[in-house]
């Protein structure tokens, strides 16, 4: 019988894990960093993360929310960066992408 794997599907939109409705509503779930270790705790045999953000370069974003910051600038690439060595369980990274030079950037990390 072959073994049933989970991965699950992180959804990462300037800068924040968001969970989505119809791709449309976006609610902020929180960071990247302890997402990444809460999915690894529960048993994840690999995690995907998906940028959906409107562009891979600087933005900032508004939440409204009182527990994380409400201007955040990102940089898609540098939060894969920072967070990758969180995880002991392969991470698999998409959206965004827009030419070979991003390509070869997330390689690098």
């Given amino acids: 019988m072959k073994k049933k794997r ?15 409705r119809k791709f449309g509503n976006h609610k902020q779930l929180g960071l990247l960093g302890p997402t990444l270790t809460r999915l690894e ?24 929310r009182t527990d994380i910051a409400d201007e955040f600038e990102f940089d898609f690439f540098r939060a894969i960066e920072a967070h990758a060595g969180v995880s002991s369980v392969p991470v698999t990274v998409g959206g965004g992408i ?11 990390i």
Wanted: charged share 20%; glycine share 6%.
């Fill in 98 to 108: 827009r030419d070979f030079n991003h390509v070869t950037r997330l390689f690098e």
């Fill in 6 to 20: 989970i991965i699950p599907l992180v959804l990462f939109r300037n800068g924040h894990v968001v969970q989505s």
């Fill in 41 to 64: 705790e529960w048993g994840a045999d690999e995690i995907l993360i998906v940028n959906i953000s409107d562009n891979t370069s600087e933005n900032q974003i508004h939440s409204g």
